[in-house]
């Protein structure tokens, strides 16, 4: 169902006030509980870049499933390997890494990943607001540098949420 978006999408704001620093910070600490798992991995100094992406968003999911299980307003449903964290029917998140700091993410140009982009998915009828929660590591990717949250439209980000200090990268505001 396309759906013109950018009228209904929920601000940083709001989101914020919605999950509460209590969840912004369990999102924070998952993101970066699983990049410290990454950095005693036995393949550590010999994997790929995408294998690394891959065990690190697998350490993702593990860590959001254990710390949000009980959380009665989040839904987690796993499809095609990416998560979707579903919290009070209102929006959705799914997880990746950044590239550059742009906090932009890759991914094969498939219709869903397309339309979760554009803000054009539609949730049991309702329109929600998409958004990513990823990790920028620094230019030695050893560390991550800044864990945030952004509200993708297009090809860009409307806005960002700094989730909080990381391992080694600097706090900054958001857009």
């Known amino acids: 169902m396309m759906v013109p978006m950018d009228d209904h999408l929920l601000t940083a704001s709001e989101v914020s ?41 697998d350490y993702i999911v593990q860590e959001i499933s254990r710390a949000f ?16 964290m579903t919290v009070a029917g209102k929006m959705v998140i799914r997880f990746k890494k950044f590239r550059g700091r742009r906090l932009r993410t890759s991914g094969i140009s498939t219709r869903t990943r397309n339309m979760f982009l554009r803000q054009e998915e539609v949730l049991d009828g309702m329109v929600v607001t998409h958004l990513v929660v990823g990790y920028l590591l620094d230019d030695l990717e050893v560390a991550t540098e800044k864990i945030s949250m952004t509200c993708p439209l297009g090809g860009d980000n409307l806005w960002q949420l700094d989730l909080g200090t990381t391992t080694g990268g600097s706090e900054d505001g958001g857009i």
């Open 17 to 57: 006030d919605l999950l509460g620093s209590e969840r912004l910070e369990k999102l924070h600490d998952c993101v970066e509980r699983a990049w410290q798992r990454w950095l005693v991995h036995q393949d550590y100094s010999a994997a790929s870049k995408r294998t690394r992406a891959t065990v690190v968003s």
């Open 69 to 84: 299980a009980d959380d009665g307003d989040v839904a987690l449903k796993q499809k095609y390997g990416a998560l979707n």
